[in-house]
C-alpha cells in the first residue's frame, strides 16, 4: 500500500521514442549528401540541389499520397499507372482532341480521385483487401492508359511550353550562374506544405492517423472510419495522378508505359521516412527527407558514373529493411522500458 | 481397402474443391463457349513430330508459368500470408542461371540448380523476416521486391543475357510426353505440392495455422516451421518459373522478366477459392485460375487486343470474382435469390 | 422488488431506471424481467457469474442491444437509446475493459477525437489541451496531457478513457471490469477517482470479480444469475458468504452425497507439480500438484487466475518466477509445444477461439495434436479409424468424420477437443471449463468420462466455475482468489460450503 501513488511520478519514457526514426533519417540524408560533397568534386553546388528537387518532384508528389495511404493502415500500388494514365490523358486531349491544357489537367485530376474513390469504397463496403483492390487498380489503369494511346505523344502545346514551363518558373541568383525553378517543384513544395497541414491540424488528418493506429477503437470512439478510409484512396488517387501532371510537364509528353514500379519507390520513401507500414505513426516531413535520400543516391551514382542505376533500388531495399529492424527494435525498447517504469 | 479409402478421400477432395471455385470454372466454361461461338479452330489439337499443338494447348503452355508460381502462393496465402516478391526471384533465377552459363561457362545443370537454390534461399529469407522478425508478410516481402530486380540486373551486370544452349532452351521450348515442358513441370510441381500436403500432415497444418493461429500453436502445431516452409517453396516455385521464363525467351532479362508476375499469381489464388484470409487452400484451384487468367488473355488476343490493353478486362474480370467471394457479395446473392423466390411463390 | 434498507445518503433520485428488461438470443434469454435502478451519488456494483446477463443488461442501457421488452428512465424521462452515441447524448457513458483509445496519440487528443473545436478548419489545440487538462483535474490527476497515451500504463490510460468519457457531460459512468488488468495501487487510484466522481453527483455502475474491491468501493450490489436478478443490496449489509452464494447460487438439493470412490492418492509422487507460480499482470502465486489417478479442481470466481494458471503451466505463456516440476524434472516451458512432448495436454477456456480450427474437419481436429507431436507414423486408414474409435467412445454426434467441425455443437466441439488430447494419451490434462455452454446431458457424459481417465490413471487438473461440478468430480480442490492460491481442500472436506468459504473469506 505503500506504494500507492507510484503511479503519479513514474518514470518518463525518454523523450520523443517517436521522433527517433525521423532523426535517424535526417542523419542519413546529411550522411549520404556529406559523402557526396566529400567525395566528389562539384557536388557541392546549388545545381545540384535544383536538381535534386526538379527531377524527383513527381516522386515527391506521388509518396505523399503513399503517406496518406500508409498512415491510414492501408496501401496503394496504382500510384504509377495512375501517373501513366494521367500524363497520356492529359498529352492524348491536349495534342489530338484540342483541348486547352488547363482543362485537360483538371479532367486528369479528377479521373484520378474518381478512380481512387472507386478503389476506396471497394476496400470499404466490400472488405477486399487493400493490396488486392490497388493490385487489380494497377493492372486496370495501366490498360486505360494504353487504350487512351498506345504511344507516347509529345506535349508542344504552347501553353505548356511557355507559360507553364517558363514563365511561371523562378530565377534565383544562387551559385555561379543562378538556378531555375520550375513550376513542378512549386507544386511539390505546395503539396507537402498542404499535406502537412492536412494531416496535423485538420480533423481529416487526425482521423487518418487514429484509423491506422486502431481501426477498432477509431470506430468505437465514433470516429467517421468509412468515410475517412474512402477520402484517403480520393486523396492517394488524386496526389497520383497531380504526380502524373507533373511528370508530364518534366518529361514535356505523356507515354502510358511510363513509371512502372513508381509505387515502390514511393513505398520506399515513405518507409525510409520513418512512416510505420502497420499504419497509425508518421510524417510528411519524413517522406521528403525520404524522398531526397532516394534522389541523392541517384545523383551520386550518376557522379560516379561506372555504377548502374539498379543500384537505387538495391541501396533503397536495404534502407527499408533497415528502417523496419530500427522500428522493431524501438518498438521492443519501448515495452521494456514500460515494464522496468512499471516494475520501480 | 485402403485403395479404396483413398479413392473415396480423393474424390471427396475432388468435389470440395470444385465447390470452392465454381465461381472460376463457370466464368472458364463461359469464356470457351464464347469462343466455342466466335473463334475459328480454337478447340482444335493437332499431333505433329511428337508434340501436340494448338490454342488449348498454347493457353497451358504460356498459362503454366503462372500457375506454377501460383501453387506456391497457394500456400503462402493459406497460411494468411502473401508473396510480393515473386517477381523479383524469377528475375534473379533466370539472371542467375544465364549469366553462370554465359560468363563462367558452367554446364547448364550447374546453372540451373545455382538458380533454384538461389530461389530456394531467397524465399527462406523471406520466411525468416515473417517468423523472426515478425513482419507483416506484405511488408516482409515488399524488401525483396524493392530491392530484387536490381539484384538481377546485378548479376546480369543489367544487359540482357543471350544464350543458345539446346538443353536451357528445351525447359521453356521442348516437349516431354508430347506436352510442351512447361506444362509437364507444371504437373510435377503440383504432383509434389498435392503428395507434400495431402500425404503429409503438412497440408493440415498450413490450414489450421491459416485459419486459426492461435488454437494451432496450442495444440503444438509447429506454426513457424510451417511458415518457414511455405515460404520457401513458394520461392523455390518461382525459381522454376523463372528458368522457363528465360528458357523460352533463350535469355535472361531482368527487367521484365517475372514483370507483374506477383499480381497473376495471387489473383489465379484468389479466383481459385483460396481465401486471402487463409485456411481451406485448393492447389487445384489456383491452377485453373491461373488458366482461367491465361485463356482470357488468349481471348483477348484474338479479339485484336492488344497486349498492352489486356490487363484492363483482366482487372475488372477479377474484382468481379473476388466480389462474388467476398462475405458481402455473397450475402447480396443470397438476397437477390430469396428475393426471386419469394417473387415467384 | 423490494429495495433492501439504505444508507440515508442515498435517497437521492433515480438517474438511471430500467424497469422488467428481457432480451432473448435464440434459445438462451439473457434477461429475465431485469429492474435496475442507479441514484445520484453513488456507487452501484452488478455482480454475477459468467452468462448471468451483466453485459446484456449494459449493452441495453447504452443502445448496443434493443431489449426485447422493458423501459428505461433516465431523469424521470423515458429513453430508447439505439446506439452508444444516443446513449452518450443523454449522459450515459461507458468504459470497457479493454482501452479502447489511439496508443500513439497524445492524452489531449485522445480526450477530443473526433470532436476538437476548430476555426477556419483548423483544430484549435490551445482549447483542446486546456479542456484535456481540465478533465484530467477533474479526475485529480495531475499528469502532461501532451505525453503520448501508450507510454502510460495502463491504469492511466483506464483514467484517460473515464476523462473521454466525462467530456461529454455524463452524469451516468458505466464501468465494465476496468480494473482487471490492473495491479493493487493502479485500483486504488481508480477508486480515488471514483469516490470524487460520486462526489460529485455521478451515478456509476460498476462490473467487477474481484469481490474486496466491490466493498472497497459500492454503495449498493445488485446480483444477477441466469438472466434475472436474484438481489439488491445495500453494500453494508450484505455479507460476503452470502453474496457468493447468490451469485454461484447453491441449489444444495440438487448434490449428491460426496462421492464415496473418489479417494486421493495423497502419498503418490506427483506427476505434476508448480510452486510459487508467478507472472506479472497474470498470477501472484499459485501452488499446485497433481497425482496420476488424481483429479484436482481449481475454483474461484471468474478473474481469480484459473485459466492463467492453466495458461502456464501449460506454457502458453512463462512464468517469471516459481518452480515446475514435471515427473520430479524442473521445467520452463516457452511453447504449448515442449509441454506437448512432456506428455500435457490443455483444452482452453475459449473453445472457439484457441481450441478448434473450424474449418477443419471432425477428424482433422482430432488428429491434429497428434499429428503434431509427430512421433505417430500411422497411416491414413490408422488415423481414420483412431478417429472413429473416438467419435464412438465420446459419442460425439457428428454426420460423418469429414463434416467442418465447426457445424457441431458446442458440446460435441468440446469432445472433438476432448478426443484431440487423449488420442496423444497424455499423462496430465488440464481441462479448462470443459462444461461451459454445454446441455446438461452432454455435460453429464464429459464428467463420466473424465473420472473413467482419472481411473486409468491420469492426472486430472479440472476448471470449473461451477462449484457442484468441482465439488463432484475432484479428490482435492485448490482455490484461487485475487490471482492467489489460497487454500486447497482434501477428501471429506470438499464440500460447496467449505469452497464457498474459502472463495469469500476475507484478509486484510
Known amino acids: 500500500m505503500a506504494q500507492q501513488e507510484k503511479g503519479g511520478q513514474r518514470m518518463r519514457l525518454p523523450i520523443g521514442r517517436r521522433d527517433i526514426p525521423l532523426i535517424a533519417t535526417a542523419i542519413v540524408l546529411a550522411g549520404v549528401y556529406l559523402f557526396g560533397v566529400l567525395t566528389y568534386e562539384h557536388f557541392a553546388s546549388w545545381a545540384v540541389v535544383r536538381n535534386l528537387l526538379v527531377d524527383n518532384a513527381f516522386l515527391g508528389i506521388a509518396a505523399v499520397g503513399a503517406t496518406f495511404v500508409i498512415i491510414s493502415g492501408g496501401i496503394d500500388l496504382s500510384v504509377g499507372s495512375v501517373m501513366a494514365f494521367a500524363g497520356i490523358l492529359i498529352a492524348k486531349l491536349v495534342e489530338h482532341a484540342g483541348v486547352h491544357p488547363l482543362a485537360a489537367i483538371l479532367i486528369a485530376l479528377m479521373a484520378g480521385v474518381l478512380f481512387g474513390t472507386t478503389q476506396g469504397l471497394l476496400i470499404w463496403v466490400f472488405r477486399l483487401p487493400p493490396f488486392l483492390v490497388t493490385l487489380a487498380g494497377l493492372f486496370f489503369m495501366r490498360g486505360a492508359a494504353f487504350v487512351v494511346h498506345s504511344q507516347s505523344i509529345g506535349v508542344r502545346h504552347e501553353f505548356v511550353a511557355t507559360t507553364l514551363n517558363e514563365t511561371l518558373s523562378l530565377r534565383l541568383p544562387l551559385g555561379s550562374r543562378g538556378i531555375v525553378l520550375p513550376v513542378t517543384v512549386f507544386i511539390l513544395l505546395a503539396t507537402f506544405a498542404i499535406a502537412w497541414f492536412v494531416l496535423r491540424h485538420v480533423r481529416f488528418g487526425r482521423t487518418v492517423y487514429a484509423l491506422g493506429d486502431d481501426a477498432q477503437a477509431s470506430a468505437l470512439m465514433g470516429l467517421p472510419v468509412g468515410r475517412a478510409t474512402v477520402q484517403v484512396y480520393a486523396v492517394s488517387g488524386f496526389l497520383s495522378a497531380l504526380a502524373g501532371v507533373v511528370f508530364m510537364l518534366y518529361q514535356q509528353s505523356g507515354d502510358p508505359a511510363s513509371c512502372k514500379g513508381l509505387e515502390l519507390d514511393a513505398i520506399a520513401a515513405v518507409v525510409i521516412g520513418g512512416t510505420l507500414l502497420t499504419g497509425g505513426i508518421g510524417s510528411v516531413i519524413g517522406t521528403l527527407l525520404g524522398v531526397l535520400i532516394l534522389g541523392l543516391i541517384q545523383t551520386l551514382i550518376t557522379f560516379q558514373g561506372d555504377l548502374s542505376s539498379w543500384w537505387t533500388r538495391i541501396v533503397a531495399g536495404v534502407l527499408v529493411l533497415l528502417f523496419l529492424v530500427l522500428q522493431r527494435a524501438l518498438d521492443a525498447l519501448a515495452v521494456s522500458a514500460l515494464n522496468t517504469s512499471e516494475e520501480s | ?345 | ?508
Not at chain 3, 102 to 111: G, R, T, V
Not at chain 3, 217 to 222: E, G, K, P, Q, T
Not at chain 3, 439 to 455: G, T
Not at chain 3, 469 to 475: I, L, S, T
Open chain 2, 1 to 345: 481397402m485402403p485403395l479404396q479409402s483413398t479413392m473415396i478421400e480423393l474424390s471427396r477432395h475432388i468435389v470440395r474443391t470444385l465447390l470452392g471455385i465454381k465461381w472460376a470454372l463457370l466464368a472458364l466454361a463461359l469464356l470457351l463457349a464464347f469462343n466455342a461461338i466466335f473463334t475459328d479452330n480454337f478447340f482444335e489439337i493437332r499431333f505433329q513430330d511428337g508434340h501436340l499443338y494448338g490454342t488449348l494447348i498454347d493457353i497451358l503452355n504460356h498459362g503454366s508459368k503462372v500457375a506454377i508460381v501460383a501453387v506456391g502462393m497457394t500456400l503462402v496465402i493459406a497460411t494468411a500470408g502473401v508473396d510480393l516478391s515473386v517477381g523479383a526471384i524469377v528475375a534473379i533465377s533466370g539472371a542467375v542461371a544465364a549469366s553462370l552459363l554465359v560468363e563462367r561457362g558452367a554446364p547448364w545443370y550447374v546453372a540451373i540448380v545455382a538458380a533454384l537454390v538461389t530461389s530456394l534461399a531467397l524465399g527462406l529469407w523471406n520466411g525468416a523476416l515473417v517468423v523472426w522478425l515478425r513482419l507483416q508478410p506484405i511488408v516482409a516481402t515488399l524488401i525483396l521486391m524493392v530491392a530484387g530486380r536490381g539484384v538481377a540486373q546485378l548479376i546480369t551486370d543489367g544487359r540482357i543475357i543471350t544464350f543458345e544452349d539446346s538443353h536451357l532452351a528445351w525447359f521453356g521450348n521442348g516437349a516431354l510426353f508430347a506436352l510442351p515442358v512447361p506444362v509437364t513441370m507444371l504437373a510435377l510441381v503440383a504432383g509434389v505440392g498435392a503428395l507434400l500436403t495431402r500425404r503429409t500432415a503438412l497440408g493440415m497444418f498450413i490450414e489450421s495455422v491459416g485459419d486459426n493461429e492461435q488454437a494451432s500453436r496450442l495444440a503444438g502445431v509447429p506454426d513457424r516451421a510451417v511458415k518457414l516452409f511455405v515460404y520457401t517453396f513458394c520461392g523455390l516455385c518461382a525459381g522454376i518459373a523463372g528458368i522457363i521464363e528465360c528458357s523460352y525467351i533463350k535469355a535472361a532479362d531482368a527487367n521484365n522478366a517475372g514483370q507483374l508476375l506477383e499480381l497473376d499469381a495471387i489473383l489465379a489464388v484468389v479466383i481459385g477459392g483460396t481465401s486471402l484470409m487463409g485456411g481451406r487452400f485448393f492447389i487445384l484451384g489456383s491452377i485453373v485460375g491461373a488458366l482461367l487468367m491465361q485463356a482470357l488473355t488468349k481471348t483477348l488476343y484474338m479479339l485484336d487486343v492488344s497486349a498492352d490493353i489486356a490487363p484492363a478486362p483482366k482487372a475488372i474480370a477479377v474484382v468481379l470474382v473476388c466480389l462474388l467471394q467476398s462475405p458481402a457479395g455473397r450475402e447480396l446473392i443470397a438476397r437477390w435469390r430469396s428475393r426471386r423466390r419469394g417473387g415467384s411463390a
Open chain 3, 1 to 508: 422488488m423490494s429495495a433492501p434498507p439504505i444508507e440515508p445518503r442515498l435517497d437521492a433520485p433515480a438517474l438511471l431506471k430500467a424497469e422488467c428488461m428481457s432480451k432473448r438470443f435464440g434459445p438462451v434469454q439473457a434477461l429475465d424481467r431485469v429492474d435496475f435502478e442507479l441514484r445520484a451519488g453513488e456507487v452501484h456494483a452488478l455482480m454475477g457469474e459468467n452468462g448471468a446477463g451483466k453485459s446484456t443488461l449494459i449493452k441495453c442501457l447504452t443502445g448496443v442491444h434493443r431489449p426485447d421488452s422493458g423501459r428505461i428512465y433516465r431523469g424521470g424521462r423515458a429513453i430508447a437509446p439505439a446506439s452508444p452515441r444516443q446513449a452518450e447524448r443523454e449522459g450515459i457513458s461507458t468504459v470497457y475493459q479493454e482501452v479502447n483509445l489511439i496508443p500513439h496519440l497524445s492524452i489531449a487528443e485522445n480526450i477530443a477525437l473526433g470532436r476538437e473545436p476548430t476555426k477556419w478548419g483548423r483544430i484549435c489545440w490551445g482549447q483542446v489541451r486546456r479542456r484535456a487538462q481540465s478533465a484530467l483535474d477533474r479526475l485529480g490527476l495531475g499528469i502532461d496531457v501532451s505525453r503520448e497515451l501508450s507510454s502510460c500504463s495502463i491504469a492511466i490510460q483506464q483514467l484517460v478513457a473515464i476523462a473521454r468519457a466525462l467530456d461529454v457531460d455524463a452524469r451516468v459512468l458505466i464501468l465494465d471490469e476496468p480494473t482487471s488488468s490492473l495491479d493493487r495501487s493502479e485500483v486504488a487510484r481508480l477508486f480515488d477517482v471514483m469516490q470524487r466522481l460520486r462526489g460529485q453527483g455521478l451515478g456509476i455502475l460498476f462490473v467487477t470479480h474481484f469481490l474486496d474491491q466491490v466493498y472497497a468501493i459500492s454503495d449498493r450490489i445488485s446480483v444477477l444469475r441466469d438472466g434475472r436478478l436474484v438481489g439488491v443490496h445495500a453494500a453494508s449489509e450484505l455479507p460476503r458468504q452470502e453474496l457468493v452464494s447468490l451469485m454461484v447460487g447453491r441449489e444444495l438439493d440438487l448434490v449428491e452425497p460426496v462421492r464415496s470412490e473418489v479417494d486421493s492418492t495423497r502419498d503418490a509422487e506427483p506427476v505434476l507439480c508448480a510452486r510459487a507460480l508467478s507472472r506479472r499482470g497474470s498470477i501472484e502465486h499459485a501452488d499446485i500438484q497433481v497425482a496420476s489417478g488424481e483429479t484436482v479442481g481449481l475454483a474461484g470466481l471468474l478473474g481469480s487466475g484459473r485459466t492463467e494458471t492453466a495458461r502456464l503451466l501449460f506454457g502458453v505463456e512463462q512464468f517469471e518466477r516459481g518452480e515446475l516440476l514435471i515427473g520430479g524434472h524442473s521445467v520452463h516451458f516457452r511453447t504449448p509445444r515442449q509441454a506437448i512432448r512432456m506428455g500435457l495436454a490443455m483444452t482452453p477456456e475459449n473453445r472457439k477461439d484457441h481450441g478448434i480450427i473450424p474449418s477443419l474437419s471432425v477428424r482433422e481436429n482430432i488428429e491434429l495434436a497428434l499429428r503434431a507431436r509427430g512421433r505417430s507414423r500411422l497411416t491414413g486408414a490408422q488415423r481414420r479409424a483412431l478417429a472413429e474409435r473416438f467419435i464412438r467412445m465420446l459419442n460425439i454426434r457428428t454426420p460423418t468424420p469429414e463434416t467442418p467441425v465447426s457445424s457441431l455443437s458446442g458440446g460435441n466441439q468440446q469432445k472433438v477437443l476432448l478426443a484431440r488430447w487423449l488420442a496423444t494419451e497424455p499423462r496430465v490434462l488440464i481441462l479448462d471449463e470443459p462444461t461451459r455452454g454445454i446441455d446438461v446431458a452432454a455435460k453429464a457424459e464429459i464428467l463420466r468420462e473424465i473420472d473413467e481417465l482419472r481411473r486409468q490413471g491420469m492426472a486430472i487438473i479440472f476448471i470449473s466455475s461451477e462449484l457442484e461440478e468441482v465439488v463432484k468430480a475432484c479428490g482435492r480442490v485448490v482455490v484461487l482468489r485475487d490471482r492467489r492460491t489460497v487454500a486447497e481442500l482434501t477428501g471429506e472436506r470438499i464440500t460447496e460450503q467449505s469452497v464457498l468459504h474459502a472463495i469469500a473469506e476475507h484478509h486484510d
